[in-house]
């Protein structure tokens, strides 16, 4: 299966990934006689790929990558980059080859040490393939440290070098970035794509891979979870029941409490299967006998401090991707109830709760549904802001009440 088959609805994307891929070839070709290439080519050193969650950022960044390192035989016969089947695109796709960095963070940014290692490795040459391609995956976490110690390796990079950045928006990259990067857009995927990607390659029940892509609106990861996923489908229904329970304060600071609890308990699920592993393997490295017990040799405090300050930082990451991730569903039931108030026929997102859909839409008028919708949103640029989350959702829950 070629890695273009990945990138679901972005047929535009992908044409122009597989022209630059081609391009590259002649480049590396061309170097390799000690030519020049005869056209313009459309390979470029630094690209920027924008778009809204679950539209396949990423997703593209790896296809392209897989591409550039694409060693299938078919190539001397004309065949396209990309085939999805050598050991250059199988490497890349899986993580393992050794001239393709994939970066993503578990953390809240991407600080200048982490910066300084990536392109220390950027101007390495390609040990067995034809690029050094780094993906940074979460361009929009740099902090801005680390996008100038970025820039000064997009402004000068090495030769057989490629840049791959991921961000949601032009508007999450510095300026000077963005501008030497070549930028493609995509955008979410149909519903219809969803589903049908969903069937082939996950083997879902064509209902329920409707249902997670109608509910999702083409969130292909978020789509994907719920169709796969009990506790995910559980969580969900919990939170779509919120609108509901916000009739006095004290219902508006129990819904808080609990959306909140169960945020924190979820990163405390994560934390528990990641961070005992961690600790013990850097127990070990430092010398310290097996077991929790063990007694550490002198001079390694501050290392498992640093391991233990990264760990908390993990967790408050992933308690607030939770937060959001409820906030998202939401926006996305006052959405559906907006379009219920205003008769507009779009399709609605969350038909299984359709009747608190009506029940809400009967109750309020379009007016007050938009400033629900307004308080979500401060809500979630509250957490952007470090508030507390606690506070946050509480003063959110209030809003949905007063409407």
């Known amino acids: 299966m070629p890695v273009w088959d990945d990138l679901v609805g972005q047929e535009r994307v992908q044409a122009q990934l597989a022209a630059a891929a ?26 920027l790929f924008t778009g809204p969650p679950g539209s396949g950022r990423s997703t593209a960044a790896r296809a392209f990558a897989a591409a550039l390192q694409c060693t299938s035989p078919d ?38 040490k982490d ?17 050094q391609v780094i993906v940074l995956e979460d361009a929009d976490r740099l902090t801005e440290g680390a996008g100038n110690v970025l820039l000064k390796a997009v402004e000068e990079p090495a030769p057989r070098t490629v840049w791959l950045l991921c961000a949601p928006s032009l508007e999450d990259v ?35 891979a409707a249902a997670a892509a109608r509910a999702t609106q083409g969130h292909i990861g978020r789509a994907r979870r719920l169709a796969t996923d009990e506790r995910a489908r559980s969580r969900r229904a919990a939170v779509l029941k919120l ?41 070990a490295a430092m010398g310290a006998a097996a077991g929790t017990g063990g007694r550490m040799p002198r001079g390694t405090a501050g290392v498992m401090k640093d391991l233990e300050d990264r760990q908390k930082r993990r967790r408050t990451r992933t308690q607030r ?42 109750a309020s008028g379009p007016e007050r549904t938009l400033r629900r919708i307004e308080g979500i949103i401060a809500c979630r640029e509250a957490l952007d802001r470090n508030v507390s989350p606690l506070l946050a959702v509480e003063a959110m829950t209030m809003a949905l009440r007063a409407g």
């Open 243 to 283: 609108p509901l329970r916000v009739d006095d304060v004290g219902a508006c600071l129990k819904a808080a409490q609990e959306l909140v609890d169960a945020a924190a308990e979820d990163a405390k699920q994560v934390a528990e299967e990641v961070d005992v592993k961690e600790t013990e393997e850097l127990r």
């Open 321 to 362: 991707d939770t937060l959001d991730l409820a906030l998202t569903d939401l926006i996305g039931f006052y959405r559906d109830v907006l379009a219920l108030q205003l008769g507009s026929g779009l399709a609605i997102a969350n038909e299984e709760v359709r009747p608190d859909l009506d029940r809400v839409a009967r």
């Open 174 to 208: 510095l300026p000077t970035i963005r501008s030497r990067c070549r930028h493609l857009t995509l955008r979410t995927p149909s519903v219809a794509a969803v589903a049908d990607v969903l069937v082939r390659r996950d083997g879902i029940e064509p209902a329920a």
């Open 22 to 47: 081609r391009d590259a070839d002649a480049l590396v070709t061309a170097d390799a006689e000690g030519t020049e290439s005869a056209t313009a080519s459309k390979m470029t050193h630094a690209w």
């Open 75 to 112: 190539r001397a016969l004309g065949g396209e980059p990309g085939c999805g089947f050598c050991d250059g695109c199988h490497t890349t796709v899986v993580g393992t080859h050794s001239d393709v960095e994939i970066v993503r963070t578990d953390l809240l940014s991407i600080g200048v």
């Open 115 to 131: 910066t300084r290692d990536l392109v220390r490795r950027a101007q390495l040459s390609p040990a067995v393939g034809r690029w």
